[in-house]
């Protein structure tokens, strides 16, 4: 009997060395284990030399750690010590500084509402005492002033006139009985509206219609529909022929003297030429 006794090693080799020593034996690459697990090339040797912080959360040591023993044909009990021994995230604690941090945030939190609030509030303060402090403007009136009248225009029954100058306080007797000028009469009454002059052609148009105004060489002046209430004039000298539609709604003065349109009309439509001295006459279109 061989007394040779085969002696169990009491410590097992760290993985890394293990990967890497069955993926030497097995005549693998770090490249070619890269290819064939879809890892980069730096995930690969971080496995073999137990950099598990480069692997990032337990999750994927367990994934990355699993690929590479199945492709090497190694027990996956070997990453259960790996992942219960990599390293949670670790939480900082703030109790022994909570109570300060807490003042800290608050007096902060303080600052910022008051500065706010005056950036906000004294502005609109402002503004409010500027426009208290100016007196409204005197209201616009449109009344007539209070104006005196002679005892003479009263009786008579007059119209309302100026008011009279004051007199000195060292005026005479004499001075005093003396009578000034007439005054000078108010009036409301609307101006007359201008009279057409002499050498004009003018057409008020009481209701819709449409005019074609033509000049002695056949050119046109105008061509459009007017509205009611609008006015058209021209100077006899330029105007050859007039076309009116809807004539019984057009009012025609030929310097100054209305023109009686039934002797032009036919179908509610005028046509009728002007010479350039103001003779009417049947259009000669």
């Not at 900082?92 to 902060?108: F, T």
């Not at 074609?212 to 022929?241: C, F, H, Q, T």
Request: a negative charge.
């Amino acid at each position: 009997m061989n007394q040779e006794a085969t002696q169990q090693p009491l410590f097992d080799d760290p993985i890394g060395l293990q990967l890497r020593r069955s993926r030497e034996q097995q005549g693998l690459s770090p490249e070619q284990v890269g290819q064939q697990l879809r890892l980069p090339l730096a995930i690969v040797e971080a496995m073999e030399r137990e950099d598990w912080d480069r692997l990032g959360a337990p999750v994927y040591v367990r994934s990355y750690l699993g690929s590479y023993l199945r492709l090497l044909g190694l027990p996956e009990s070997l990453a259960e010590p790996v992942i219960h021994r990599a390293r949670p995230p670790e939480l900082v604690s703030m109790a022994s500084q909570s109570r300060l941090r807490h003042s800290l945030d608050r007096g902060i939190r303080s600052a910022v509402y008051l500065v706010m609030t005056a950036v906000l509030v004294v502005p609109v303060v402002l503004v409010v005492r500027h426009f208290q402090s100016v007196e409204p403007p005197a209201p616009l009136t449109l009344e007539p002033e209070v104006v005196l009248e002679r005892p003479e225009t009263l009786a008579s029954g007059g119209s309302q006139s100026l008011p009279l100058p004051a007199r000195d306080a060292g005026t005479t007797a004499a001075g005093a009985n003396d009578v000034g000028p007439d005054p000078v009469m108010a009036s409301i009454a609307p101006m007359p509206a201008p009279a057409p002059a002499a050498d004009t052609l003018v057409l008020r148009f009481h209701g819709e219609s449409w005019i074609e105004v033509l000049d002695a060489k056949g050119e046109r002046m105008e061509r459009a529909l007017i509205p009611a209430g609008e006015e058209r004039s021209y100077d006899i000298g330029r105007v050859a022929n007039v076309t009116v539609g809807n004539a019984d709604a057009v009012e025609v003065r030929v310097a100054g003297r209305e023109l009686d349109l039934e002797p032009f009309r036919s179908a509610n439509v005028a046509r009728f030429a002007v010479s350039s001295d103001g003779e009417v006459s049947g259009s000669r279109r």
